[in-house]
């Protein structure tokens, strides 16, 4: 039976009993706390914890799920996967025990016709329950139910909350996939008993003291692999040789240029490679931390492993076309992906390869140096994941293969080195000086900047030294998420002390950074007043922030996700996750689709919600963040819904008009925006503007000079073409679009600018060359006739010449035809510049073998011109900084020569 018709089959039996058939989940959970989909219940977790309301009473699924922890036994077994598929029927209140099992023993046996005498079931130990079911209403006999341990057939969500034992199905391959052992039975680790079907049966609900209290809403929840299911059907030894696996392996042995590939190697890339295709279909790119790491992981043991079987090039793109050509029928995101799966996995492993065999080649070395204890120095390690990209994973397996351990201590130390550098590196001086204070006994500060910009208020602590001050309540933000913090003035009466920036503490204090203390003292009442012009500065671009994020994810595609910001009055930064630099075209849509969005004067509001209703409601939260159970959620119309601290502009019609200034890598697959919204935006694009016309007037009298200096030279004029000077027309035309956030027509401009200035720097280029060439070839004409300016010293012809801003080239070819034609000579020339000397000086091969020495000559001309050369007894290139000593310098030759 086929993989596609075991998921077909699974699922139209379940409907045909009353289950809802839903989709399965993204590898990446709308949880933020969990990192990936590990089984088909995580979509129904707030279901069996009781958080929400079902909306069917039975439910089936096919689930992918991915998971890690048994990433080193991909490959060794038959059964191994980190991506896998999960089938499960699920009852949320509605059947319970028997009717379970009277479904999963009946699809078994009647629908994929497994034998009964083939069955084995493992029950936990203290449900009598469920092993009588199975032994007096399935007719299972005795001997062939097992009682296991909490460990084996217990499952918990965690420990606490819902849970419940389960019973799990095994099938008899026989007793030559055994240990041989006389209590092998299933439980036991080797290949014979394969377990094809979990049930859980959730009852209870763990507490606090550890005791289990029943349930009122029992639930169900299963899960049967579908790689081992298939190979079971289909009546192979191991799941690599089911039909899931089959064409992939074998694009992987054509690839392979070995005529025996590992099959290992062979089996891990194609489970990597699967993986990897999901997760990046998922919106997963390769990073150095969480959900991406795991994906970075894949790929670069993938790509060792492609190494280890002799493939050459890149390889992991064309294998997940073939994952997508395979699967795209049931999962239709893997070919709307398709192009971000490439491009992401092409990415990833041409930064690995740039650093694969240089990583080898010192795992190599460095076991060499270490046979005797066999063990590779946590330096190493760290070198090897921070130089040469190797994830320490990689570099622990490497180690094993060749029976060597690593220093983990060691490299745990150097890991947290890196970590203290990195946080000492991007801590400002102030924030530094705030971790080495105790602020936890203040509390978290009353903070009323949401909706005022002014308050009395009172001095609860001053610290002289910082020049620190802690108020009872404050209308200042405090740095954090991303945007600045406040400045403004403390008024004490008609005296006013200067805030220069306002502070957050981890446990919620706002400190005030004031310019000097005058009167400030504990105690006394101030007013508290921030700049109103820089905060509307910020929230104008935090606003912006928000429109950005969501329109690089329509742009880019949902694997985009927030690495990183600053958002400040004068710009913001926004750091997000991306294996690949934008196009031009791809800058001007984001710009595009920002300013449409500012165009349509969106409503911004500020919602206040739980923590779990925001989620509910699909507010974007990021992975490994810590939330309170109070969050804010900033709503931008139905376009955008974030979680978000920060202040922001009320309509996205304040913003006025949005330009991106810079694009650029930060990191391996972290990218990099800079760009100004508002009136910043504003004076940004005229500068902009004014600085290319600049450009432009200054390139265009260079260029008619340059046309008058090739005429000198007796060359013919430049092509004739219009160049026009940036008309103040054109400059209030730009002024125009900016205030119609006609981001389109701006850029046109702009672009029309850097049109014009980028073909004169061209053309520029081109002249200039063109003039060096009309020089250097009548330098080649005018040779010949200096040998007329020859001189004789002891019997020797010399040449000593002084040109004007002659190229080296051009000295050369005056040394060349002069030595051609007089055969035997001493050549001296230099070329003068303004506060500079250029000098070549040659004899031909007649006098050095006569002795005559041209690094001589130089030894005598060099310093009179405050220079030197070098080179050889033949010839001697160099220069000075002199040209006003050149007569003096030319007459010590001739003086040496003659002696």
């Known amino acids: 039976m086929k993989s596609s018709e075991i998921r077909e089959k699974f699922l139209k039996y379940f409907e045909s009993h009353g289950h809802q058939v839903l989709p399965g989940s993204s590898l990446v959970p709308s949880d933020p706390t969990v990192l990936l989909t590990l089984a088909g219940m995580l979509q129904f977790k707030p279901i069996f914890l009781g958080q929400e309301r079902p909306k069917y009473r039975r439910a089936a699924t096919v689930q992918k799920c991915l998971r890690t922890n048994d990433i080193e036994q991909v490959g060794k077994t038959a059964r191994h996967h980190t991506f896998f598929e999960m089938l499960g029927n699920f009852s949320f209140g509605d059947y319970f025990k028997k009717e379970v099992i009277q479904y999963a023993w009946e699809l078994l046996t009647d629908g994929f016709k497994l034998s009964k005498e083939k069955l084995l079931i493992a029950v936990y130990e203290k449900d009598d329950e469920a092993y009588n079911i199975w032994n007096k209403t399935m007719g299972v006999p005795a001997e062939k139910i097992f009682r296991l341990d909490e460990e084996n057939n217990f499952w918990a969500v965690g420990p606490t909350g819902p849970c419940g034992p389960c019973s799990e199905i095994y099938y008899d391959q026989g007793h030559d996939k055994g240990c041989g052992k006389p209590d092998c039975a299933p439980g036991c680790d080797c290949d014979r008993f394969l377990e094809v079907w979990n049930l859980v049966f959730i009852e209870y609900n763990r507490n606090e003291a550890g005791e289990l209290v029943p349930l009122k809403q029992k639930g169900i929840d299963t899960g049967m692999g579908l790689e081992r299911i298939a190979s079971v059907l289909q009546g192979v030894d191991s799941n690599f040789e089911t039909d899931l696996f089959v064409p992939l392996i074998g694009q992987i042995r054509k690839l392979a240029q070995q005529s025996l590939p590992a099959k290992s190697s062979l089996r891990i890339i194609a489970d990597h490679v699967r993986a990897a295709t999901h997760l990046i279909s998922d919106g997963v790119i390769p990073e150095n931390t969480g959900r991406g790491y795991v994906l970075r992981r894949l790929i670069r043991r993938a790509v060792r492993h492609g190494r280890l079987i002799n493939i050459k090039g890149l390889f992991l793109p064309q294998l997940a076309a073939e994952v997508i050509s395979q699967m795209k029928a049931i999962y239709p995101v893997l070919e709307q992906k398709a192009k971000i799966i490439a491009q992401a996995l092409r990415a990833e492993e041409e930064n690995f390869l740039e650093t694969l065999e240089q990583g080898l080649a010192l795992f190599k070395e460095v076991m060499n140096q270490h046979l005797q204890d066999k063990v590779i120095p946590g330096e190493i390690v760290f070198k090897l994941h921070d130089t ?512």
Not at 729 to 749: G, I, Y
Not at 813 to 835: M, N, R, W
Request: charged share 30%; glycine share 8%; proline share 2%.
């Open 388 to 899: 040469f990209g190797f994830p320490s994973e990689l570099s622990r397996e490497i180690a094993a293969e060749a029976g060597f351990k690593l220093d983990e201590e060691g490299f745990s130390r150097e890991m947290e080195k890196q970590k203290q550098r990195a946080r000492a590196a991007g801590i400002p001086a102030e924030k530094k000086k705030l971790l080495g204070m105790n602020l936890d006994r203040f509390g978290q500060t009353k903070f009323l900047g949401y909706s005022k910009t002014a308050e009395d208020s009172r001095i609860l602590a001053v610290f002289p030294e910082e020049k620190f001050v802690i108020l009872e309540k404050t209308p200042f933000y405090g740095e954090s998420g991303g945007q600045v913090g406040d400045t403004g003035i403390l008024a004490i009466g008609s005296k006013e002390v200067r805030v220069v920036d306002t502070l957050l503490t981890p446990k919620g204090t706002i400190v005030h950074e004031v310019s000097e203390l005058h009167d400030l003292k504990e105690k006394i009442k101030v007013k508290a007043t921030i700049d109103t012009a820089k905060r509307a500065a910020t929230e104008l671009h935090h606003t912006a922030t928000h429109l950005l994020h969501k329109v690089l994810r329509e742009v880019l595609g949902d694997h985009v996700k927030q690495a990183g910001s600053y958002v400040g009055s004068d710009k913001l930064r926004f750091d997000f996750s991306h294996f690949s630099g934008l196009s031009h075209d791809e800058i001007s849509r984001v710009e595009a689709k920002v300013n449409q969005k500012i165009h349509e004067k969106i409503k911004v509001e500020v919602l206040e919600k739980s923590y779990k209703d925001a989620v509910k409601m699909g507010a974007m939260a990021l992975f490994g963040e810590k939330y309170g159970d109070k969050v804010r959620v900033l709503k931008i119309g139905d376009y955008s819904l974030e979680l978000c601290g920060g202040t922001h502009a009320r309509s996205t019609g304040d913003i006025l008009f949005f330009k991106i200034m810079s694009e650029g890598a930060l990191g391996a697959s972290i990218r990099r925006i800079e760009a100004v919204a508002g009136q910043a935006a504003k004076v940004f694009v005229v500068f902009r503007a004014k600085s290319l016309r600049d450009e432009i007037e200054a390139s265009i009298r260079k260029y008619r000079l340059l046309e008058i200096e090739k005429e000198r030279l007796g060359g013919k004029k430049f092509t004739e073409t219009s160049i026009f000077q940036v008309e103040l027309t054109e400059l209030d035309r730009l002024m125009a679009a900016v205030d119609n956030q006609d981001s389109v027509n701006v850029n046109k401009f702009l672009d029309h600018l850097e049109g014009r200035a980028e073909w004169l720097r061209e053309r520029i280029a081109k002249a200039e060359k063109e003039i060096r060439d009309l020089k250097l070839s009548n330098a080649k004409g005018q040779a010949a006739g200096y040998l007329s300016e020859l001189k004789e010293a002891a019997g020797v012809k010399v040449l000593l010449k002084d040109f004007k801003e002659y190229s080296m080239d051009m000295l050369r070819s005056v040394s060349d035809t002069v030595q051609q034609e007089a055969k035997s000579c001493i050549i001296v020339l230099a070329s003068s510049f303004p506060g500079q000397v250029r000098f070549l000086i040659t004899v031909t091969q007649d006098l050095v073998d006569a002795g005559y020495s041209a690094r001589k000559i130089s030894d005598v001309f060099g310093p009179l011109i405050q220079g030197k050369g070098g080179g050889r007894e033949g010839k001697v290139e160099g220069g000075g900084k002199d040209p006003t000593r050149l007569p003096e310098a030319f007459a010590k030759v001739l003086e040496l020569l003659g002696k």
